[in-house]
């Protein structure tokens, strides 16, 4: 019965929790594979069976509404969207004129608690990105952690020291939140400067989603139970994975 703030566009970590029967409702640009499907499996069917209620926005709007939130602001207002159907398909977004020109109010959406995995910490909560990350990725894990009432966790690659972190602040995007060493925490995603996307592990997910599309719920399920209710925490995923598989993903300064 989740409510899911995923990113401004998401992939498996959202379409598994979908799958898995979690979610109510998700708030996200879309649900994609990029490089293996144009839309994720579980999500389009709960979504075209009307099991799972989309917030329809764009990605602009995602961050606003984010942003009005951390600003404590009941909304703001924008010139995206106007004269699209996001309006129609989303009734929390109003059309209003304001000094002769149409916008868009959006309202604040603020996560109760938020989950977000990253390469490093300290231990005081500092979380950074690799340096070769893309810095644009950088938004969204701060939008969310901002605009959260609750508690933000973050799953790290690796705990590093107060002094390494002090050493180049302009990674930092994240202070002062709960943090847990997990390595391998974005698999089969990947993470800047440590590892590459598993290809044929979202290959093999994206055909069990398929087969659930074409009525055959067997490979999806028999997914879950390898790589979800199979496996009692994260020590017990990587080895469902095997140690030589991660290691054929990591890139050469990892």
Not at 12 to 33: K, P, Q, S, W
Not at 65 to 77: I, R
Not at 95 to 112: A, F, I, S, T
Not at 219 to 224: E, G, I, N, Q
């Amino acid at each position: 019965n989740l409510t899911l703030v995923s990113g401004p566009t998401s992939g498996l970590e959202t379409d598994l929790l979908i799958g898995a029967g979690c979610v109510r409702r998700v708030v996200t640009a879309g649900v994609v594979f990029e490089r293996v499907a144009a839309v994720a499996p579980a999500f389009r069917r709960a979504a075209e069976r009307g099991d799972l209620d989309v917030w329809e926005c764009d990605e602009c709007i995602w961050h606003l509404a984010l942003k009005a939130a951390a600003w404590g602001m009941p909304h703001v207002l924008w010139r995206g969207g106007v004269g699209t159907s996001l309006p129609e398909l989303n009734s929390d977004l109003k059309e209003v004129m304001e000094e002769g020109r149409r916008y868009l109010k959006v309202p604040p959406v603020q996560p109760d608690v938020v989950f977000l995995h990253a390469a490093e910490a300290d231990p005081f909560g500092n979380v950074r990105v690799a340096r070769e990350a893309y810095l644009g990725r950088t938004f969204s894990e701060s939008a969310l952690a901002l605009a959260c009432r609750g508690p933000v966790v973050a799953t790290v690659e690796r705990i590093v020291t107060n002094a390494e972190v002090a050493g180049s602040p302009e990674r930092t995007i994240v202070r002062g939140v709960l943090v847990v060493e997990t390595p391998w925490g974005a698999h089969p995603g990947g993470v800047s400067g440590r590892y590459v996307p598993d290809l044929p592990h979202y290959r093999e997910y994206a055909a069990a989603g398929a087969a659930s599309l074409r009525g055959d719920p067997v490979p999806y399920a028999r997914y879950l139970e390898s790589h979800v209710y199979g496996t009692e925490g994260h020590d017990a995923y990587r080895r469902s994975i095997g140690a030589q598989r991660l290691d054929a993903l990591r890139t050469s300064r990892a």
